[in-house]
């Protein structure tokens, strides 16, 4: 296509776009205001919705279209690249829950698990309360399998609706999503999150909140949480990516203190004093900074160990060539 045919197909695009989502559509909208690392470039457009149809509709149009689809939640796993999102950024948020039967919970995509956790605790029932604390949606607690203190929330999904890139709709059961450790179907497919069920079971208010409460704690104490950041910047090692020391615990936060990193800095980025695994933003760190200063951390890992973190920070849009 030459420029001005480019150009016109694009002005199109953009009228298609508006007439569907109307002014809920925005342009070059700043992602460091919607990740909480607070970096990153624009989103080309970008909309907020709290309706799943939204997403089917958007999904469909982008396909007919020809443009590039980015979903997000609440923007706590990512980062996004200093030269930003190219294409259709839809950010999901609140949307329903709702009873499904006597022993499961429907919540949709945009709900935040800290919502979902509430929701629960003021029904008296019990399964999520552990979860207190996770931030960001339930869409995303899916995709990388959300972990925390030895559980993954696979532990208590039953079933998830998906759409695929066709705009098809689809209920798949727990053991069809394929999850892992930070894994699941979603991550190596173009389907996304409608809705997921979770296993429930009555509860005493009392202990449930105590037990949330207690995960509040443990969290308090061992996160960096007044700071910007994404939680955990790598996956912890397994088995298969080679052996440690008896002395070190296969955690890739030990792995980074051991390395003496805690306090390390790229510009405003720092690797936290708190939490080895974790990377602050104390405010104008770029999303060049933030991914030179991981690249520090995994080769620094591997000289002293031998192992090769992989990542659990998704990196979405345009970085530096040069990295
Ligand atoms: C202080 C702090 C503590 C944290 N603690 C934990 C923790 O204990 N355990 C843990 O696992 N994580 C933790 N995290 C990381 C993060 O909160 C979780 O991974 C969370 O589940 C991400 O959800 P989100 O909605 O923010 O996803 P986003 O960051 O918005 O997106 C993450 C990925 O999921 C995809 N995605 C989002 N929504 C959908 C959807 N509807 N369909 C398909 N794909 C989708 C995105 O495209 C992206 O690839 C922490 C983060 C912070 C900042």
Redesign the pocket.
Known sequence: MGDQSLMNHRNKTLALFQRIFGDRLRSAMPMDELT?LRAGGLAELFLETSRPDDLVVAVKVTLEQGVPL?????????LVGDGGLRGLVVR?RHGGIFRAGSHHVRAE?GVT?NGLVRWTIQRELAGLERWAG????I???I??N???DGRLVSDIVSSVGLVDSTGAVRSVSQADMCFGYDDSR?KHSDE??LWAEFKVAEGDPTVLRASARRSLGF?KST?P?GLA????VFQNPRLEDGPLPDDVPRSAGALIEQAGLKGRRVGRAVVSSVHGNFIVNEGGATAYDIRQLVEICRAAVFDCFGIVLRDEL?Y?GEFDSEL
């Open positions: 909480t980015t979903v997000l939640g609440g923007g706590s796993n990512v999901l995509g698990m996770t931030p960001g949606s869409g995303g607690a995709h990388g959300a972990h925390f979603v996304r999150v969290r996160q949480l950041s994404a939680g955990c998704v979405l």
